[in-house]
């Protein structure tokens, strides 16, 4: 089995310890590094997200492989990647975060790990993040780039809405505002009149070390 089909079986087993022993195991013989095993728990999660939308598994198990993938995203790979980021010099303040009625964590999660291991200092306000609070965020901390997750089709609008009230503020040109998750497109990015869409974190990365070059 490979290291790919081993994580998605300890994932649909729900077993947190396996998925975290899988990790650790790999990590420790280096057959992964850290950054390759959150791409594998990425997949896995999309695929668990395809058995989702085929009803082949109901939102308790949704919400219990989802726990599973977060404990060792969280107590493992996340610090590895973030202390490989640690003396890089800082390319620039990001204020992250999923928006308003969207509890979505781990796409966003991933983003903002790879935006701190290419050297960005990442604010990350978590989820259900409202329009408002992005700006005030944003102005506290200095940010250069904002970045907006959106995992639902009527969440994705907060992204547009936000843009809506930089420009009420007469703040449009204060900050580069990056869109993404899975139901945004570059179509969508353009249309709203966001800086940028990535479709994964290391379209992020690139994405963002572009806007602040
Ligand atoms: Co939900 N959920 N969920 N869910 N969930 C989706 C998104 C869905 C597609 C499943 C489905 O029906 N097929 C569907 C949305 C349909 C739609 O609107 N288009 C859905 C739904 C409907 C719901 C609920 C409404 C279910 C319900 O209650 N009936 C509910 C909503 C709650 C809410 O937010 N208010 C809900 C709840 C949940 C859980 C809590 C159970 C759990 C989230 C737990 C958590 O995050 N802590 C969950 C999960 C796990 C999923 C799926 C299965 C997986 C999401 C994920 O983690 N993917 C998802 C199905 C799917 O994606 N196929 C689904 C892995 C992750 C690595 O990918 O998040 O896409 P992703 O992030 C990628 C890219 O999108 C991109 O880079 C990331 C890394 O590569 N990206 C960015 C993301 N943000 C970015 C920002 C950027 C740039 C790139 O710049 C700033």
């Avoid at 949704?62 to 490989?84: G, Q, Y």
């Avoid at 353009?190 to 572009?210: F, M, P, Q, R």
Wanted: charged letters at 30%; hydrophobic letters at 45%.
């Amino acid at each position: 089995m490979s290291l790919k089909e081993q994580l998605q079986t300890a994932v649909l087993d729900f077993d947190e310890n396996k998925v975290k022993s899988i990790c650790k195991t790999s990590l420790d013989n280096k057959q992964a590094t850290a950054v390759e095993l959150l791409r594998m728990i990425g997949d896995v999660m999309k695929q668990v997200g395809d058995r989702f939308e085929k009803e082949e598994i109901f939102l308790p198990e949704l919400i219990a492989a989802a726990n599973t993938v977060k404990v060792t995203i969280d107590e493992l790979l996340d610090p590895i990647i973030r202390e490989s980021g640690v003396k890089k010099e800082t390319k620039g303040v990001v204020v992250l975060g999923t928006v308003e009625g969207d509890i979505h964590s781990i796409g966003k999660d991933l983003v903002g790990s790879f935006l701190f291991a290419n050297g960005f200092e990442v604010h990350n306000l978590g989820v259900d993040v409202a329009p408002e609070m992005f700006l005030e965020k944003a102005e506290e901390f200095g940010a250069t780039i904002i970045g907006m997750s959106a995992l639902l089709s009527i969440s994705m609008d907060i992204q547009r809405k936000f843009i809506e009230l930089l420009k009420r503020e007469g703040k449009r040109d204060k900050f580069k505002v990056v869109v993404g998750g899975a139901p945004t497109s570059e179509d969508w990015a353009k249309n709203i009149g966001a800086d940028g869409w990535a479709d994964d974190a290391i379209g992020a990365v690139k994405l963002c070390l572009g806007l602040v070059s």
